[in-house]
């Protein structure tokens, strides 16, 4: 699984995202606009998962110490 810390923004000026950008296009946006919007949305959402990604690290690591100290205590109650 890629390390999403290094998610490069793609280039919504590129014609492989001229549908996206005509879409908000035919809605009044100018192309830079259009362009801007969707690198916008791109960057919350990308921020948004990052959160999630250390969140879920955190609650695996707590989850961890946990299982460890139940092993722990486990091995002493057992001496």
Do not use: N, Y
């Not at 810390?5 to 879409?23: K, L, V, Y």
């Not at 921020?47 to 092993?71: F, M």
Request: with cysteine; aromatic share 2%.
């Amino acid at each position: 699984m890629k390390d999403p810390t290094e998610a490069i923004r793609p280039d919504f000026t590129s014609p492989e995202h001229q549908e996206g950008c005509q879409m908000l296009i035919d809605e009044g946006l100018t192309d830079q606009q259009a362009a801007c919007s969707l690198a916008a949305i791109w960057d919350a959402l990308r921020q948004r998962h990052l959160q999630d990604v250390r969140q879920r690290e955190e609650e695996e690591e707590e989850e961890e110490e946990q299982h460890q100290q139940l092993l722990k205590d486990d091995q002493e109650a057992a001496h």
